[in-house]
């Protein structure tokens, strides 16, 4: 994921601090499970409820804390009456690098992997983490710093056209890697679960990228509110909006002064799922809010994998025909009530969807999209 004015050291240290944040801990619970039972065989977990909190026991650093060793004890509890009293905290066994902001490295790094006392000293380990790499032009450019850190694996950035610092701020690539033990007989199952979960911690560490980073949405390069050569985000929520005040006669958001930024910002928050897809013969999704993201379970990378009939079934796709016809004719259309289904497959229905063109100018001759509005939209 390339990242844009995120400052790697800080995204690292917010991701070993707020672990909460961003990942399930009872993943954490059936790696660990897995890897005790050995043979990375399922064993079978007792109900456990993980209270959020976690204690981080240092084991060692270097002089300069510019890299450290440490035990992370996640706490749970179990649900089962019996068990009470039996402790049910997960270990992992971390190292985290360059979280010195004012430090000068290649990297910024947490990785971690699952522990348990008893382990052999020779146990293998099964780590998973993060790495966040600059990108900075003026260190002659994305291949010459991956060379110099001989991280082979992220050559991806060749083909990132990196620019100046001035147009494009400070960039860094983040990479996310996690590994999941199964029995060759789950395999399928752990794979699903595995996706899933990736996608999980994918869109809340956007969420914590956007939170860190002093330019807000602007945070996620290839992740735009639209796709190259579209507009940027605040010139779409503008015709977004303008476009459904001139089909409906009503105002999108509640305060119908706002521009710019404020625009954007309660576009993004509002608390309706809104969506915009492209006019191809086949609808690509190109923005979503972050309602949007929730209610389709996905981040704003993926979305523009996911076309318009992905989200419906055999049944909600005949009965879209007739209303998109009436979209395509007078502009817009109301929807009645119906069910969507998310990209993890998960139902969701809703009280009332809302479609209207998206015009780039008022003269209403410039089509760039059609946006999609889901009111009160909840997980069956």
């Not at 790697?8 to 954490?28: G, K, T």
């Not at 993980?50 to 650093?61: C, E, K, N, R």
């Not at 701020?169 to 199952?189: D, Y």
């Amino acid at each position: 994921m390339l990242l844009q004015n995120v400052p790697p050291a800080v995204l690292v240290q917010f991701l070993r601090e707020h672990r909460s944040e961003w990942a399930d801990f009872n993943v954490d619970a059936y790696s660990a499970a897995t890897l005790k039972a050995g043979a990375f065989a399922y064993p079978g977990m007792r109900p456990t409820r993980f209270t959020g909190s976690q204690v981080i026991m240092p084991l060692g650093h270097t002089i300069e804390n510019e890299e450290m060793l440490e035990v992370v004890r996640l706490e749970g509890h179990s649900l089962v009456q019996e068990d009470a009293f039996v402790s049910r905290d997960v270990h992992l066994l971390q190292i985290c690098t360059g979280i010195d902001e004012n430090a000068v490295g290649a990297c910024s790094e947490l990785i971690f992997a699952p522990i348990n006392e008893m382990f052999p000293d020779d146990a293998p380990l099964v780590p998973s983490g993060f790495r966040v790499i600059p990108v900075d032009a003026k260190t002659g450019g994305a291949q010459d710093l991956l060379t110099a850190a001989n991280h082979r694996t992220l050559d991806l950035t060749t083909s990132l056209d990196v620019g100046s610092a001035e147009e494009n701020g400070s960039r860094c690539i983040l990479t996310i890697a996690f590994q999941f033990p199964f029995e060759k007989n789950l395999q399928e199952n752990v794979a699903n679960m595995a996706c899933q979960y990736v996608r999980s911690v994918i869109a809340s560490v956007q969420r914590v990228a956007m939170a860190v980073s002093p330019s807000g949405l602007n945070t996620v390069s290839g992740s735009k509110l639209s796709p190259p050569g579209s507009p940027e985000a605040v010139t779409l929520a503008l015709w977004i909006c303008q476009s459904y005040n001139h089909h409906l006669g009503s105002d999108l958001l509640r305060t119908d002064s706002l521009g710019g930024d404020s625009l954007l910002r309660q576009l993004w928050d509002h608390q309706d799922a809104i969506l915009c897809c492209s006019l191809k013969p086949q609808p690509v999704f190109m923005f979503a809010n972050q309602a949007g993201l929730d209610m389709l379970e996905t981040t704003l990378v993926a979305l523009q994998d996911i076309t318009l009939e992905k989200i419906f079934d055999e049944s909600g796709r005949k009965a879209l025909c007739p209303d998109f016809a009436k979209l395509m004719q007078q502009g817009f259309a109301c929807l009645p009530s119906g069910i969507c289904v998310s990209t993890m497959g998960r139902h969701v229905s809703y009280e009332q969807a809302v479609s209207w063109k998206v015009f780039a100018d008022s003269e209403d001759t410039n089509l760039h999209c059609l946006a999609f509005l889901f009111v009160n939209w909840s997980f069956l």
